[in-house]
């Protein structure tokens, strides 16, 4: 088992070559969730993640024959990244094997490293099972990105450098994907703050070690914006080390992982991956649990793909009631539109987008269908501007 000795010794293996990120309180957040949140920003790393720790201690730990028979990895990402980076910077040869689903910015920033990259299998799984046997071909050393020793104990500087920096946090919410991060974080957390609750946050598609705590056999499998935590094997190690003294798994929907990435960009100004995200994600999800209490929350990744930024943006502003999309059935007839912009301008909306359609999509040749997109301060606002236009036109909001 890992001990805090382990982890602080992987705190000085790797220091000069992993930032040391900040951990700084967000009061937007704090306002919203009813906590006093404290965000530990490990989007701030060279490769964007937290898998920079583990990586950096284990390839230091490497004998010189390990080092000079190069090293293989299997990620949907940022692992690969990590691997890749702290490979070059040691001149060890470096293949990966990446899923098939793994995004393109994280395809591409492996292989800016100089790795060998691989698309290979529709799962983890089948990438896995892959780079094993490449491992056994060319003997080359597996470096796992969860069941290893040096990894969970390089993973656990985050935690320790969160406990160093608040000794009195009295939670912190890890993202779970093989539970290598929950497991280094558990030992240098509770054994600097016996009293602390730790938490993992998994999503709801993919909650193997919640499913596995509760002994009932795993159960994963769908789309998920968490592609970094879309895991179905928890690692042995990891798995016997949270069993034992974790306070819980909170098992979070998809759109809780999408409001906290917007909350993020919005309220701490901080960009997130869907798997990045994920403790801030239960948080939103489970408020009561930790109203009032000193809540530490690491930001793991920040590496999404800008159009996913971009839906997931937009997407919140809708649910919001700050973007409107309006359907209205309107006369054919001159001056129409001029007057509906004019009450939305009127009202204070700003149009965003606009559709007419003439021909085939109105009941009457006498009638036209108008689609706006409009831009408001706040729900309030929105309501303000509907009922504007409705004064004059049947309006269906959608």
């Known amino acids: ?14 220091a000069g070559r992993v930032i040391r990120t900040p951990m700084l309180p967000c009061q937007a957040i704090s306002r919203v969730t009813g906590a006093e949140v404290l965000l530990k920003l490990d989007n701030m790393q060279v490769t964007g993640a937290f898998k920079e720790r583990g990586a950096a201690n284990r390839l ?27 490979a070059s910077l040691l001149g060890i040869a470096a293949t990966i094997v990446m899923p098939k689903f793994t995004p393109a910015t994280k395809v591409s920033r492996t292989s800016a490293w100089g790795a ?15 780079a094993h046997q490449l491992a056994a071909e060319q003997s080359l050393v597996f ?22 920096d608040v000794p009195d946090l009295d939670a912190l919410i890890i993202p779970v994907g093989g539970g290598g991060l929950l497991a280094g974080s558990l030992v240098a957390a509770t054994a600097l703050n016996p009293g602390i609750a730790v938490f993992g946050a998994e999503v709801e598609t993919y909650a193997p070690m919640a499913q596995r705590l509760a002994g009932r056999s795993v159960s994963v499998g769908g789309a998920t914006i968490a592609e970094g935590i879309a895991v179905r094997d928890i690692g042995e190690i990891p798995f016997e080390m949270v069993r034992r003294r974790i306070a819980g798994i909170l098992v979070t929907p998809e759109r809780a992982i999408e409001e906290a990435i917007g909350l993020l960009v919005e309220g701490a100004k901080t960009v997130a991956e869907g798997a990045g995200a994920a403790g801030l994600a239960a948080l939103l999800a489970y ?12 930001v793991t990744g920040g590496n999404i793909d800008a159009r996913i930024l971009s839906n997931v943006l937009l997407r919140d502003l809708l649910r919001d009631g700050r ?10 007839r001159p001056g ?24 085939f999509a109105a009941a009457s040749v006498q009638a036209a269908e108008l689609e706006v997109m409009v831009e408001a301060r706040d729900p309030i606002h929105a309501n303000t501007i509907v009922e504007a236009l ?9």
């Open 60 to 86: 230091a730990m490497l004998s010189d024959d390990e080092r000079a028979r190069g090293v293989i990895a299997m990620s949907a990402g940022n692992h690969a990244q990590a691997v890749a980076r702290h």
């Open 287 to 298: 408020p009561e649990r930790f109203r009032g209490k000193k809540v530490g929350i690491p």
């Open 1 to 14: 088992m890992i001990t805090l000795a382990d982890v602080e010794t992987a705190a000085g293996r790797i």
């Open 336 to 359: 129409v539109l001029a007057d509906i912009a004019g009450k939305i301008g009127d009202s204070g909306g700003n149009i965003i987008e606009v559709s007419h359609q003439r021909l």
């Open 116 to 130: 060998t990259v691989l698309l290979v299998g529709d799962t983890l799984a089948e990438a896995a099972a892959h």
């Open 323 to 332: 973007l409107l999309r309006l359907h209205l059935q309107i006369p054919d």
């Open 390 to 398: 409705e004064r004059s036109y049947i309006v269906r909001r959608v």
């Open 143 to 164: 470096i796992h990105p969860y069941d290893d020793p040096g990894i969970i104990a390089g993973q656990g500087t985050l935690a320790l450098e969160m406990l160093r």
